[in-house]
């Protein structure tokens, strides 16, 4: 077998490869620092939905789902049924949704918490507290772009 150094890669495919890596990893970080400090549990600050993924986890409020429906109904020019008919849609798949996020919460979670702790070990100790205050820092800034209309 070659060793890996010895292989050519086309550098247009090597850097397809190099961006979908960067892609991942910011991905993956991006779960890391949302799952940590966003989530609720006995140990990490409630979630501000602020990320993307934050908000997939998130089962909506009702005015969530109100407001959802007021934009929808604006930007298709709905009818009373068809709005009516969009209602019924959205609170019959609800339980599917919800039950959806139950099953994969807790593999994101386990994953965030492998992630921050993989990289916690790269870190010094005077690293690790000021990564730890940088992320709360991260946290107060969502808080304030989520509650702002």
Known sequence: MRPLSS???PARSLAVIVIVAIIVASVVAGVAIDRVLLRSSPTMIGDTGFHPLSSALRSPTP???RRLRRELAKELSLTPAQDSAFDTIMMQ??????ALREEIRPRVERLVSDVRSDMEQV???AQRERFRRLQLRDVDT???MSSTP
């Open 93 to 98: 798949r609800a339980g599917e949704f919800s």
């Open 7 to 9: 292989i050519k890669v």
């Open 63 to 65: 005015e969530e789902r």
């Open 123 to 125: 870190l010094t100790p």
């Open 142 to 144: 969502a808080r304030r």
